[in-house]
């Protein structure tokens, strides 16, 4: 009875800051894709580490079962993954982290506002990378958390996901984007960056069932060119 149902523009970025508007009187925001299952008592955990870390501003979960990096798990394996997994002794645990993950993360509301972080809305449709920028800006600011308690599947549903040419561009210009803008390593962002290339450029040939290897290496080269050129950016994916 009391969800509310947004609509935004298309992209990733600018939905979630749809979201960010619409809970500006929230403690916290909770972001779940819609193919992630989370275990019963997700909520619960990161609600109590919230109360007892004042300093955390952004919390994952840990999955335990991602999809994501293979052809992806149907909605029944990821409930027997979860009735299966086993509780732990201190539901509470928690070690810093890198940056959130886009797919689980939940984020303080009062230092999004107090330091007016947005979502980067120049990362367009999948967005690729713009869970790190915007939980890594948070992290100026506080903690960034792993919790070992709250728990979940990743479900790496294929549908509704950009072409592999955009995919394999994002995989490039992004992380330089990050970069150059601060929020991303460079030390991070070469070997991203690299490493999907050589990845893509490998198995183009015999590409998996669920990935068009071809066109992400397509869009690896492309975004390489732009690179060398001066004329990469995130949104000539809108182009492609």
Known sequence: PSAEFLTAPAGLPRQRNAILDAAQDCDLVLFLDDDFLPAADY????????????????????????????????????????????PLTDPLACAPHFNGYGCNMAVRMATVRAHGIRVDEALPLYAWYEDIDFTRRLGRHGAILRLEGARGVHLGVKSGRVPGKRLGYSQVANPIYLARKGTFPWSHAV???????????????WPEPHVDRAGRFGGNLLALWDLLRGRASPGRVLEL
Do not use: C
């Open 191 to 205: 070997p991203s960056a690299l490493r999907h290339l050589a990845m893509n450029a490998a198995r183009a040939a």
């Open 43 to 86: 909520l619960a955990v990161t609600e109590a580490v919230f109360a007892a870390r004042p300093d955390a501003v952004v919390t994952d979960g840990t999955v335990i079962a991602d999809g994501a990096k293979g052809p992806g798990l149907s909605a029944e394996e990821g409930r027997a993954l979860l009735a299966a997994d086993h």
